[in-house]
């Protein structure tokens, strides 16, 4: 990314094209969440995929339910919630240096927990557990997860900190009703 890139606009928001390549990455997080979920509901119809007028099809999938739906789910909401930050940044007021640390932690937070979750199917230790016994899924899971979790904690606190700030103003503004006279 160019080093002279607007990162914020004048109200402390993202600028729209950093709010943009974020809102990308959701996406594209989003759509893969999705392919998780007609994944998982293969899985709930025993390994079939029948949709009229297709032939029906026996698909194996991993026989892991639950975890399938965090495939789905959890990928879906952890971009909803980057979305979210993007949706808010004007009013969370961030400086400059707190809008690069957002973004970047913010990707590492959506693309770990899509990672996390897609490789946590592959692994009877889910990626919950630092387990070095020749299960690569479950190491690639564990630590993408760990990153998340990091990703997670340094973007919820920038946000938590700058809406507390906007808290404490104690500046309220009215809008003037619909109905009044100039």
Partial sequence: ?????????ENGGFSRTIGGKLLAHCFIAMF???????????????????????????????DQKELMRNAHTGTIANS????????????????????????????????????GYSTAVFTPYRGIQPVFENDIANLVSYFTFYAAVI?????????????????RTGKVTHAPPRNAQP
């Fill in 151 to 167: 990703g997670a904690v340094v973007t919820t606190g920038i946000c938590l900190n700058n809406a507390l700030r906007e808290a």
């Fill in 80 to 115: 909803m919630y980057v979305m979210a930050m993007v949706a808010l940044s004007p009013w969370l007021r961030f400086s400059v240096r707190q809008a690069k640390w957002v973004y970047y932690w913010a990707i590492i937070m959506l693309w770990g927990n899509v990672i």
């Fill in 1 to 9: 990314m160019a080093s002279n890139e607007i990162w914020i606009e």
């Fill in 32 to 62: 893969l969440g999705f392919v998780g979920g007609f994944v998982w509901l293969i899985a709930l119809a025993d390994n079939v995929f029948h949709i009229l007028p297709l032939p029906r099809m026996e698909i194996q999938v991993p």
